[in-house]
């Protein structure tokens, strides 16, 4: 498939396939991986268009797509050229935009799954881009088909979120994510699954419907204008299930872990979230030698092998390249977003500053997100522990908490600290 030299994406300052967004370090091309699972070509397809139009630098986002960094803007057309023709592009050039579903990493191999999602989500990719409504959304604007797994994205807010009840409910939710906790927002209804593109795409017009000027462009945006309740009445959805709750899920799943079909699956994690050319192709060829054609990105900055024959063996292949398979290290809990050296609002060089900070950390399955500023780019959800730079190797020290008070990262444990002060006060949370 090749798309008209005459298409011009819109203006945004998100990345997309057509849309190369400049950054310190020259170009970010984002590819919407659908459903985070890549065969061995796409897999060499990016490894190559990386190595060939940008700088080698692969990022696993926190949508479980990837990025490309350091584009020259005199290779922007070839980049997408490149990955359209790997079957990485929309069904349509102005489709790119509204991909943003996000399923569980191990969605139809989730031993404790209520549905496998993948149909349903294949379903809903193909029906967004189809539909004008949904195609006129934002870049942001995003999807969560929650098939009750005991691996999943639970806690990253999404503008439409459906959670399965049964094999054919869904509870359905708006500009937030499944409850979990006992104070967490109940969902808005209840569908059946047979019509969740139907609901979304009439929740789409809705939404335009109601917007009123160009910075309403999220749902969020809507209800902090007070227009929740008239939202929901236009929808006419099932009455909510009172008192429902999502079960807690695991994230970022690091080492061997068991299928529902007596198979396993590897889950590793590339040192803060890049990966070389030569990581990608190593991965995808592990994946081939045990028979599988599918490499799953996950939301935590990670990659899982699924239905791995010999997964001892699998780990060791990936170890060898580089790749963190023991959820023990400090590195598997690492997230570390690009920082200053890659982008303009950052205020740390938090890559090298991770770096430093990995030997202090104790070692157990904690999570330590470093971020370059405020935004979280790398982890929409507060992290175990969590530091945010505030100016060149100075960074406000968090540990997650509920308590009353406490803000977006927990509560505040150190001010202005350097890395060295950092790693101590992590060492000393209990
Ligand atoms: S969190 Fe801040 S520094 Fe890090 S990538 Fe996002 S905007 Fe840049």
């Not at 065969?39 to 397809?45: G, K, T, V």
């Not at 070692?363 to 470093?370: E, L, Q, Y």
Request: proline share 7%.
């Amino acid at each position: 498939m090749s798309f008209p030299g005459a298409y011009r994406p819109r203006a945004s300052a998100c990345p997309g396939l057509f849309r190369i967004v400049p950054a310190r370090d020259g170009g970010i091309c984002r590819i919407k991986i659908p459903l985070g699972r890549l065969s061995e070509a796409q897999c060499r397809a990016v490894a190559d268009a990386a190595a060939r139009f940008g700088s080698g630098i692969i990022e696993i986002t926190n949508r479980a797509n990837l990025q490309i960094r350091g584009i020259a803007p005199a290779q922007t057309a070839a980049v997408a050229e490149a990955l359209v023709g790997a079957e990485l592009g929309p069904d349509r050039p102005d489709g790119d935009d509204i991909r943003n579903v996000m399923v569980s990493p191990t969605a139809g191999i989730d031993a404790g799954q209520v549905i496998d999602t993948r149909m349903l989500a294949e379903a809903l990719l193909d029906r967004v881009q189809g539909d004008d409504s949904c195609r006129a959304l934002s870049p942001k604007f995003s999807f969560l088909i929650d098939g009750g797994e005991d691996v999943a994205v639970v806690d990253h807010p999404h503008d439409i979120w459906v959670s399965s009840l049964d094999s054919d409910r869904l509870a359905i939710g708006f500009a937030g994510c499944p409850p979990v906790e006992a104070g967490d927002g109940p969902p808005a209804g209840t569908i059946r699954k047979d019509d969740l593109g139907e609901v979304i795409v009439a929740a789409a017009a809705v939404f335009h419907e109601m917007a009123d000027g160009p910075a309403i462009t999220r749902l969020r945006h809507l209800f902090a204008a007070g227009s929740y309740d008239a939202f929901l009445r236009r929808l006419e959805l099932g009455p909510a299930i009172v008192g429902w709750r999502r079960r807690p899920a695991k994230s970022r799943p690091v080492g061997i872990f068991p299928q529902r079909d007596g198979l396993a699956y590897v889950g590793a994690i590339p040192p803060l979230g890049r990966l070389t050319p030569e990581m990608l192709l190593a991965a995808a060829e592990t994946a081939s030698r045990h028979g599988v054609d599918e490499l799953r990105l996950t939301p935590w900055q990670g990659m899982l092998l699924p239905s791995v024959r010999e997964p001892d063996a699998a780990i060791a292949s990936l170890e060898r390249f580089g790749f963190v398979c023991d959820p023990n290290t400090s590195l598997a809990g690492l997230i570390v977003c690009a920082g200053s050296p890659g982008c303009a609002s950052g205020l740390a060089d938090v890559k090298a500053d991770a770096l430093v900070l990995a030997p202090m950390l104790p070692r157990g399955k904690r999570t330590v997100h470093v971020s370059g500023c405020a935004k979280s780019c790398a982890s929409p959800a507060a992290a175990d522990s969590t530091l945010v730079a505030a100016g060149s190797g100075r960074y406000n020290v968090y540990a997650k908490s509920t308590d009353a008070g406490a803000g977006r990262f927990g509560r505040l444990l150190a001010r202005q600290v350097t890395v060295g002060e950092a790693g101590r006060v992590l060492k000393d949370i209990p």
